[in-house]
Each structure stands twice: as structure tokens, then as C-alpha cells.
């Protein structure tokens, strides 16, 4: 037995490194109390300056030490010379450096190296971007480096075209480098912007959800920039088809055009003397500087949501002094000024007109261009049949293209696309039907007419309300619906609502409609008497059909029903 290593059991092993654990842990927790007494006496000294680096040098995600070492640090400030605290601001900064490679996305090592960065007397930016281009070299996702670096640009002045030249060189080594594209389209915007002409109309954005732009006066890129852009990103996604980082790119080139900011359509109610008011996007009336002129005097009156819900909204709602106009042997000419946009809309007191707000006329070149686009994807689509990021793309350029000549083969990939991503199916569903919508008020448009029928065409969800304030008769007929939101108040000149075979429980959007009469609800999904409780707030409402909703079936029901509608008058239980 002599001369041999003894080997130590397992259970040796674990005890030991308990005890070595124990021995860390009260040390730390004496640094850590420590630096609590210290920091409660209002003591800013190099001890304890030495004491935060200790326990920070462990983990650098300890926020309240962050917060203490900055209190002793601006306290040095006011005791040091300039070229001292330029000193010990350089030994923090190596001091975060080590930090950041114990954790490289520690939220604390980044927000502590951008608060010393901006009180450093002498910074030198280039050696921050240096440290950003090493850490995005290890982690190209790292959002902490891109918002450190994004700040680091900000402050040093960095040009924008060598940020886009940044930009390329992540790109073309991977393809899949999300953070890139993103900040690519906050680059494009600044460096090649739209010029300032008067815009014409311009179609909504192609995305369902708007992509993140920058913090400048135009969101829009010039179009010349926009077809160079195409190019890259088609390279990237039939290199891997199945990548999203470079199809959300392609999404945000195809919708990067943002609704016209106006006065969309004004609304006067001559025997109401109600004016209502419809925007290009939810604005607050109170903030944004909103009023009347009658006849060439300034009117005070007091604007209200459709909804009670809203604080921002489409449509804004106003009563006017009574006896104002509501002769209709007199002719009155009325403004609605909105100041915050330096624009007016003038109207002939019983109605102004729509513009169609999510579809114009493409210019020859981009028409051509987006033609080409969608033949390329198309070419993709043949060897990725299934890939969903192909299907979907097709559909938005066929909208983008021709929305109402595309519509059945839209419908067709939708249904495609839903079985080959079934965990979305119902996010395909939302899309097609605000598709749908869209294309029915475009029909709407051209026809003329103040009746909007979308009924046995699926519909999961109701959207662009704000676009039918001035119809009159709705169908709804035949769908998936399963509520009636707040934002279908907005149909203020609405007096038949047919929404029946549909799943819904909800009405609330049916609030103060003032002239609604007749509402058909058969075969829903109605359950309470509180389910029917905003359509109390119509006074004009005449006929109500609820048969085969579950509400018929309570006891009492006629009777309460005719307690909470008292001018309904023919009620179909």
C-alpha cells in the first residue's frame, strides 16, 4: 500500500467543493453586506470602489452594484481633476471589458459601459467600435453590442453610408444575421430618403405588423435605392429558402410605404347637427389640434371617441350648437382644420369622400419591377412548394400587383398555407379576411354604393372599420365572426347590421350607433341579456332577430328584452 496516490471518493469530491462553495459564498456575502453599509452611510471611497469591482468581477448582473459604483464615480468627479477622472474612467471601461466576457449580454456590464462612454472627458469611439465589432463577431445577435453600437454612432458622428457598408459585410457573411437586415432598414431611410415632393396616395404598408424605422422626418426610401435592395435580398433567401431573417427584410422593402397622415372623410348629420370625422390613423382630437370653421367662424365644440375604449381613434365625433344647420333651406360651407398636420378638408355639410388608403396606381417602372419579383418567387416556389415564407410572399406582391385580379389565387395559397403551417393557420386566417375587406371596399369604391356585403367569405376578424363610415347597410352573413369590437362604433351612418350564422358573444362595438334600426342576428352565439347591453345605447334600433342564440332560451326573456330595448318593435325570439 505505500507509495501509492491515494484517490479520493466521490463522496470526498462533493464534500469538499460544498465547503469550497461555503467558503466563496461568505466571502461574497461579506463583500456584498459590506458594500450595503457602505452605500448606506453615504461613503464614495476607493475601498468601496474596490469592493462593487470584487463582487461585480463574479456577477456582473448585480444592478444595485452598478448603480452604487456610478454614485462613487460621480463623487470622484467632483474631487478629481479632468485628466484624473479621464484615468479612472479608462480603467473602468477595461474593468466593464472583463465583465462583458464573463457574460457577453449582461444588461448591467452594457448600460454601465454606455453611461461611462458618455461622461468620459476625452472618449475614444473608435476603440467602442472595435469592441463592438469583436463582440458581434462572436454573437451577431447580440441586441446589448447593437444598442450600445448604435449609441456609439450617435454620439461620434459615425456616416451613415459606412454603417450600411457595415451592414453589407455582416450580410454577405451570414445570410441569416437578423440584427443586420433590421439595422440596414433603419439605415436606408436616412442615407437614401423618398424625396420631399408632394406623396401621392400610397398603398398601406404589405406587412401585417409595421417593421421598427427610424427616428427621422421620412420613414420612405427613395425608389431607385428600393430596386437596388431587391436584388440582395433575393440572392439571400434562394441561397436558404427557409430562413426568415432575409423574408422580413423583403417584407419591410415591399411595405416600407406608410399611409398619407389626413383627414380621410368628414360626415355631417344636417337634422343630427353631428359632424363626424374620419383619419388615415387612431389620432388623438384633444392633443393633435382639431377644429371647425362654419362659415368662415371658429366653433367650440367638444370632440368624443366613437368608444368609450378609445383615447386614440379613426373617427372622432362632434355635436354642433343647436339650430346651426339644421335648416335646410340655408347653404353652409364647413372646414375641419387638423393644425398638427398643417391640413384641412372642406365639405358640403352631408358628406365628404373616401380616399382608398391601402391601393393606388404603381408607377410603370415599379409595377414592372414588382411583376418581375413576383415571377422570381414564383421560380422559387417551384422548388420549394411548401416553403411558407415563398407562399406568403407571393401573396403580398399579387396584392401589392393587383388585389382584386389576384383575389382567387390569393385565396387558393392561403388555403395552402395553412396546411403547410398549420401552427399559424389561425394568424393566415386574420390576414385573408382583412384582405378580403380591403378588396370589398375597393369594389365598394368603384361601384359607389353606401352597402358593404362581405358575408360566407370566412372571416375570423373585422379591420379597416374606419374606411365604412358612411355606409348605411352591412352584411355579415356567414362567417366565423365571434365578436362585433369596439372599433365597428365607427360606423356612424349604419342602420341595418346583418351578421347572422356567424360564433359571436360580443356586441360591444354596437354603442351609439344614432342611426341604426334593424339588427339580424340569427344563429350566434349570444348567451346573456348583458351580451345585448350596448345595443341599449341605439335609440333608433326598430327590429331585433336573435333566434337560435342561446339567450332565447333564458326565462323571462321577451319581457326583460323589451324592459332593457324599449324601441324595439318587432322582436324575433
Known amino acids: 500500500q505505500h507509495g501509492r496516490v491515494k484517490i479520493k471518493t466521490t463522496a470526498q469530491q ?42 461585480l468581477s463574479s456577477n456582473p448582473d448585480f444592478a444595485t452594484l452598478w448603480n452604487y459604483r456610478r454614485e462613487i464615480l460621480m463623487h470622484l468627479e467632483t474631487v ?74 450617435k454620439m461620434s458622428g459615425v456616416p451613415v453610408d459606412q454603417e450600411l457598408a457595415f451592414t453589407d459585410r455582416l450580410i454577405g457573411s451570414n445570410f441569416s444575421n437578423y440584427s443586420s437586415w433590421h439595422y440596414r432598414s433603419t439605415l436606408l431611410p436616412l442615407l437614401h430618403p423618398e424625396s420631399p415632393e408632394p406623396p401621392s396616395p400610397c398603398r398601406e404598408p404589405l406587412q401585417s405588423s409595421p417593421p421598427p424605422s427610424p427616428q427621422t422626418h421620412s420613414h420612405r426610401v427613395c425608389e431607385e435605392q428600393l430596386l437596388k435592395e431587391y436584388e440582395l435580398v433575393q440572392n439571400a433567401f434562394f441561397t436558404d429558402p427557409n430562413d426568415q431573417s432575409a423574408w422580413f427584410y423583403y417584407r419591410w422593402l415591399l411595405g416600407r410605404a406608410e399611409r398619407e397622415e389626413m383627414i380621410s372623410c368628414v360626415y355631417v348629420s344636417r337634422d343630427e347637427e353631428r359632424v363626424a370625422v374620419a383619419f388615415s390613423r387612431p389620432v388623438n382630437a384633444q392633443s393633435v389640434g382639431l377644429f371647425l370653421v362654419l362659415d368662415g367662424q371658429p366653433q367650440r365644440v367638444e370632440w368624443r371617441s366613437v368608444h368609450p375604449c378609445f383615447k386614440h381613434s379613426p373617427v372622432w365625433i362632434c355635436n354642433l350648437p343647436p339650430g346651426t344647420i ?60 411548401l416553403n411558407k415564407w415563398c407562399l406568403l410572399t407571393i401573396i403580398l406582391l399579387m396584392r401589392a400587383l393587383d388585389p382584386l385580379g389576384y383575389e382567387q389565387e390569393m385565396l387558393a395559397l392561403f388555403k395552402t398555407l395553412k396546411e403547410v403551417d398549420s401552427m399559424r393557420s389561425a394568424y393566415y386566417s386574420d390576414l385573408c379576411s382583412k384582405f378580403m375587406i380591403e378588396n370589398t371596399i375597393l369594389k365598394m369604391e368603384y361601384a359607389e ?63 351609439q350607433l344614432p342611426k341604426l334600426e334593424e339588427v339580424l342576428l340569427k344563429n350566434n352565439k349570444i348567451s346573456t341579456l348583458a351580451d345585448l347591453q350596448p345595443l341599449a345605447s341605439c335609440p333608433t334600433l326598430k327590429r331585433l332577430d336573435l333566434r337560435g342564440n342561446p339567450v332565447t332560451q333564458m326565462a323571462n326573456v ?11 318593435t318587432d322582436l324575433l325570439l
Not at 558 to 568: H, I, M, R
Open 14 to 55: 462533493e464534500e469538499e467543493k460544498r465547503k469550497e462553495r461555503e467558503k466563496k459564498l461568505k466571502i461574497y456575502v461579506a463583500a456584498r453586506d459590506a458594500c450595503f453599509s457602505k452605500r448606506k452611510e453615504g461613503v464614495w471611497d476607493d475601498e468601496a470602489l474596490q469592493l462593487t469591482q470584487q463582487l
Open 80 to 153: 478629481k481633476d479632468e485628466d484624473e477622472v479621464q484615468k479612472i474612467y479608462e480603467a473602468e471601461l477595461s474593468f466593464i471589458e472583463a465583465c462583458l466576457k464573463v457574460n457577453p449580454k449582461s444588461y448591467g456590464s452594457w448600460h454601465h459601459r454606455g453611461w461611462v462612454s458618455a461622461r468620459l472627458p476625452r472618449p475614444v469611439w473608435a476603440r467602442e467600435l472595435s469592441l463592438c465589432d469583436r463582440c458581434l463577431s462572436l454573437d451577431d445577435r447580440n441586441f446589448h453590442c447593437w444598442d450600445y453600437r448604435r449609441m456609439v454612432v
Open 326 to 385: 339644421s335648416d335646410i333651406t340655408n347653404e353652409h360651407n364647413l372646414t375641419v382644420h387638423w393644425t398638427e398636420k398643417h391640413t384641412h378638408r372642406d365639405c358640403a355639410l352631408y358628406t365628404g369622400t373616401f380616399q382608398v388608403l391601402f391601393w393606388s396606381e404603381l408607377s410603370v417602372e415599379k409595377t414592372s419591377v414588382l411583376q418581375s419579383e413576383l415571377q422570381s418567387v414564383k421560380q422559387l416556389q417551384e422548388l420549394e412548394p
Open 449 to 511: 354604393v353606401r352597402v358593404f356585403s362581405i358575408s360566407d367569405k370566412n372571416l375570423t376578424t373585422l379591420c379597416h372599420l374606419d374606411q365604412l363610415l358612411l355606409v348605411t347597410h352591412i352584411n355579415l352573413s356567414s362567417n366565423h365572426l365571434q365578436q362585433l369590437p369596439p372599433q365597428f362604433a365607427m360606423l356612424q351612418c349604419l342602420e341595418v347590421l346583418e351578421a347572422d350564422n356567424n360564433a359571436i358573444e360580443n356586441l360591444e362595438g354596437v354603442y
Open 558 to 568: 321577451e319581457s326583460e328584452l323589451a324592459e332593457l330595448l324599449p324601441s324595439v
